[in-house]
């Protein structure tokens, strides 16, 4: 096929006097003994070009702006899970790898960001 394939689009619903509506994705919790479920989030590979882009967000806002939480549970018997945040690799002789880049937010408060 040609072109560009289908798109998948997956929203809330909208509100104009409280809170606009809930999405959730998430796997059910596993028996005694197994492990529960994986969850990936990912784009393809391609032959020629660039792969896609994740872009995880949230909005502006004239009180708060949103946050963005990454967590990892607690384990009551065994080692606690790993974060790891890597960038991409470059195999081509004079171009340069990703950069991972953490920056905390302007602030008129000399205190903060």
Request: proline share 2%; no cysteine.
């Amino acid at each position: 096929m040609n072109g560009y394939a289908g798109n998948v689009n997956i929203s809330s619903g909208f509100s104009r006097l409280a809170w606009s509506g809930h999405v959730a994705i998430e796997t059910p919790n596993s028996g005694s003994d197994g492990t529960s479920g994986f969850l990936v989030t990912r784009t393809g590979t391609t032959s020629s070009g660039s792969s896609g882009y994740i872009n995880l967000l949230t909005s502006s806002a004239p009180e708060s702006g949103g946050g963005v939480s990454v967590d990892v549970g607690v384990s009551n018997q065994g080692d606690g899970g790993n974060i790891s945040v890597i960038s991409g690799s470059a195999i081509k002789n004079g171009v340069l790898g990703g950069n991972i880049v953490l920056a905390s937010g302007n602030s008129s408060n000399i205190n903060y960001g």
